[in-house]
């Protein structure tokens, strides 16, 4: 079994002997050996594994090791779950991938609770099938196999949210959140940034209230991240029958793959497939037939509070906040056309219909000629959008299967995927987000540098770590994908990049910053700070918002 994830270290001992590649005259060529031979470059080959969507598609693109990832998923079962989650560049890829799959015996297994019927007809055609005419309403099983496609009737549940309007700003935001924990229960606050969830969870500190207050969002060091995420399953899962009485702010890594369970739900303006992803961590454990939670009288039913919302205005404000660089303005403002009409959602009724009006062409109901002038020219731009994703998807993925062979270009530069200088080019090569790099924040203090404040874990930087000294470094690592952090910290230079990281297999992408008084300028218009309860701020100048 192998964990296939950029934070995934195993046994120490299994790990530090794949990592002896033996003597190599040229000592790069050295590092390289080792580096094939971690986790990330060979876990595809393993009998067994479970990984990010990322290092599938990976093989069906122009990278180092492609053949290796694609060759060692011949003839497997593939599940990729969440499939309805990604923008159209990854979709396309991932299209790619279904060819590729078919053409080498495998099975593939697609997961998804709000697949947009546009999606999934792709998908179905990308592995050969055809949908038939009789096809099923949701939920459903679609089957594709050489004796032709079947789609099958499931059953479900029906689930029910009162749908609410909440505050935009952050100061009555928090006040609501506040109100809603009196008495008990546990309240889920999803928002669309992180820096929106840090100033949000600092205004509910300075609220009086009995509720513990906990955030979860990307930009913390990879072990506090886990223990965040480990204390939300224990406290907010389906094992803990116990009362709760906390307030979870979170951006969207909690908006799938986190089994948590919330008795009333506030929400940023998403969406709407991933709006109803995130009501599916609201009453998520009331089912008769496994578990029942106990709850509080106040949250009987279940509530979805949906931040901007605004019903009675004559459009959504989706930029004060910088929602329209996180999404596709268009499909918020259809999603936004969809909701202000309604008084509750009703699952799995309401799905389908939902993701028509917004994803499909179909005519949006009781809009205004302003809302129309305003969606207009954003509609313009997500299909141009739409057709520039695809075809860059197209230019970077391997041919289809058929005509591979006559697109072969000889010399065609495989490049490294986990080079931040080979994605400063091509982006991040499985998404169009923007590209990220791995950044280990050190505190220096009279020129002497330790992964904590205190001083009490001391890193030597003029030595090659071992591999449990490059473990624990990267445990206090974080992700960043700030453009300006990214973009002068791509070039590895003597401040950024140690020079015994170049010889280390798990390092040698990575970079660091070194925080004095818990802060590190980039430029001097921008900085980061590392605050314990925060994670990374970033502080920008004045009028310099750079992206959210």
Not at 318 to 339: C, D, E, K, N
Not at 357 to 382: H, I, W
Not at 463 to 478: G, I, Q
């Amino acid at each position: 079994m192998q964990l296939i994830h950029g934070a995934a270290l195993l046994d120490e001992r299994f790990q530090a002997m794949k990592l002896d590649v033996g003597e190599l005259r040229n000592p790069e060529q050295r590092v390289i050996a080792r580096e094939w031979f971690t986790h990330k470059k060979q876990a595809l080959l393993s009998p067994h594994g479970v990984g990010t969507v990322d290092q599938g598609l990976l093989s069906v693109l122009n990278v180092s090791h492609q053949f290796v990832r694609l060759w060692g998923l011949a003839n497997r079962t593939v599940i990729i779950d969440e499939v309805h989650a990604y923008e159209l560049y990854t979709s396309t890829l991932i299209e790619r991938f279904l060819m590729w799959l078919r053409a080498l015996g495998s099975s593939v297994i697609l997961l998804s609770a709000t697949l947009p019927p546009q999606v999934r007809t792709r998908l179905v055609t990308a592995y050969g099938g055809t949908l038939p005419a009789d096809d099923k309403p949701y939920p459903r099983i679609t089957r594709v196999s050489s004796q032709g496609t079947r789609v099958e009737a499931l059953k479900a549940r029906k689930l029910s949210y009162e749908l609410h309007e909440a505050p935009l700003e952050i100061e009555p935001l928090a006040k609501l959140l506040r109100e809603l924990s009196e008495g008990g229960g546990a309240v889920g606050c999803i928002v669309n940034t992180v820096d929106r969830a840090q100033k949000l969870y600092s205004a509910l500190q300075e609220l009086p209230g009995e509720a513990e207050v906990r955030l979860f969002h990307a930009r913390y060091p990879a072990k506090q991240r886990k223990d965040i995420e480990t204390w939300a399953v224990d406290a907010l899962g389906k094992k803990t029958p116990e009362p709760r009485n906390v307030i979870l702010i979170a951006t969207q890594v909690a908006e799938q793959s986190l089994d948590v369970d919330f008795d009333v739900l506030v929400s940023d303006l998403a969406p709407i497939d991933l709006l109803i992803q995130r009501a599916g961590r609201l009453h998520r454990h009331d089912d008769p037939m496994t578990f029942q939670r106990p709850r509080p009288t106040k949250h009987d039913r279940a509530r979805l509070y949906v931040s901007g919302l605004a019903k009675a205005a004559a459009l959504p404000d989706i930029t004060s906040y910088f929602w329209h660089m996180v999404y596709a303005p268009a499909v918020l403002l259809r999603s936004w056309a969809v909701l202000r009409g309604r008084e509750r959602l009703t699952l799995p009724d309401d799905l389908e219909p939902l993701l028509e009006l917004v994803y499909g062409n179909a005519t949006l109901p009781d809009v205004s000629e302003e809302f129309l002038r305003a969606l207009q020219p954003t509609m313009a731009k997500l299909e141009e959008e739409k057709a520039e994703h695809e075809r860059l998807a197209r230019e970077r993925a391997l041919a289809e299967p058929a005509g591979f062979l006559d697109a072969l270009i000889e010399d065609v530069p495989y490049r490294d995927d986990d080079d931040p200088e080979t994605n400063r080019y091509l982006r991040a090569a499985t998404r169009l987000g923007e590209p990220s790099i791995t950044v280990v924040l050190l505190h220096e203090k009279d020129g002497k540098f330790s992964l904590t404040a205190d001083g009490q874990t001391p890193v030597d930087l003029e030595t090659k770590p071992s591999f449990e000294e490059a473990k624990l470094l990267l445990m206090h690592a974080v992700s960043l994908s700030n453009k300006t952090v990214f973009h002068a910290l791509a070039t590895p230079t003597p401040e950024h990049f140690p020079n015994a990281w170049r010889e280390s297999a798990l390092l040698r992408h990575a970079r660091v910053l070194k925080l004095k008084d818990g802060r590190c300028s980039i430029n001097d218009r921008f900085a980061i700070r590392l605050d314990e309860g925060l994670g990374v701020i970033y502080e920008r100048a004045e009028g310099n918002q750079g992206d959210a």
